[in-house]
């Protein structure tokens, strides 16, 4: 598969999953401003809101780092800029990818 | 440097009133931009969360105040936005509602949408 189509597949695969987590999640910020750390930290020690969470951050990291890279082709001229904010933008994301889920996983198995 | 030129311009970015499906379309585009710094914002929180009690707390004052509040209903409001438009997006790949005619009513569907979900997610989480 060429490169142009598996990006534009994993865009929508990555849109799919992520349809059920976003109002799922939204929810979840609802609920924040009357949470106190002991009602987040217990929303979090149930397996399956850590999980969601941990899934909605690598999917939705990786949707993101897709879009940010076709911002960044669509508005800066091929070169060093380019490549420079390419690599910053999946650093980023896999950085997310990465930390998310260990924090939760922090979370999941602290008090 | 003034424009010389007397031949006729096309339509000029800053003073041509964009159609509904383009605007929604740009906006699409920065919401989408937006929330992948929000998903640092969340990444950090539970970093906070994580971290203990104090680093918790300094957040959680933001936003139990009213421009936390503010802020995460925005947030929200923004993630609906990209959800809904996305599929619309989704809709399009299958070749269906391109026609001038249905753009207008899928619009104002995925703008409707996205204001019910928002609302309706905020009510529910009250």
Same mark, same amino acid.
């Given at each position: 598969?060429?490169?142009?189509? $598996? ?6 695969? $990555? ?15 609802? $609920? ?5 750390? *002991?009602?987040? *930290? ?12 941990? *899934?909605?951050?690598?999917?939705? $990291? ?9 911002i960044v082709e669509d508005y800066v001229s ?9 690599? *910053? ?23 | ?6 031949? =006729?311009?096309? =339509? ?115």
């Open positions: 598969m060429k490169k142009g189509s $598996s990006h534009f597949l994993a865009q929508r695969v $990555s849109a799919l999953l992520l349809i059920p987590l976003l109002p799922w999640f939204c929810f979840a910020l609802a $609920s924040l401003p009357n949470s106190s750390r *002991a009602d987040v *930290a217990g929303w979090l020690h149930s397996p399956v809101n850590a999980l969601a969470l941990a *899934a909605f951050i690598i999917v939705g $990291s990786y949707h993101g780092a897709l879009g940010m890279q076709v091929p070169g060093v800029a380019q490549r420079i904010l390419l690599l *910053a933008g999946w650093a980023v994301a896999i950085g997310m990818m990465a930390l998310g889920p260990f924090f939760i996983f922090q979370i999941f198995s602290g008090p | 440097m003034s424009w010389q030129d007397d031949r =006729p311009m096309s =339509p000029h970015l800053q003073i041509y009133d964009l159609p509904l499906t383009a605007k929604m379309s740009i906006i699409f585009r920065i919401a989408g931009a937006a929330l992948f710094f929000v998903m640092l914002l969340v990444v950090a929180a539970l970093g906070a969360l994580a971290a203990g009690a104090d680093a918790w707390a300094m957040l959680r004052g933001f936003l139990s105040d009213i421009e936390g509040r503010v802020f995460l209903f925005l947030v929200t409001l923004v993630f609906y936005y990209h959800l809904c438009n996305g599929v619309r997006h989704l809709v399009w790949d299958t070749v269906h509602g391109l026609e001038k005619s249905s753009l207008g009513i899928s619009g104002a569907v995925v703008l409707g949408a996205t204001f019910v979900l928002t609302l309706s997610t905020w009510w529910l989480a009250r």
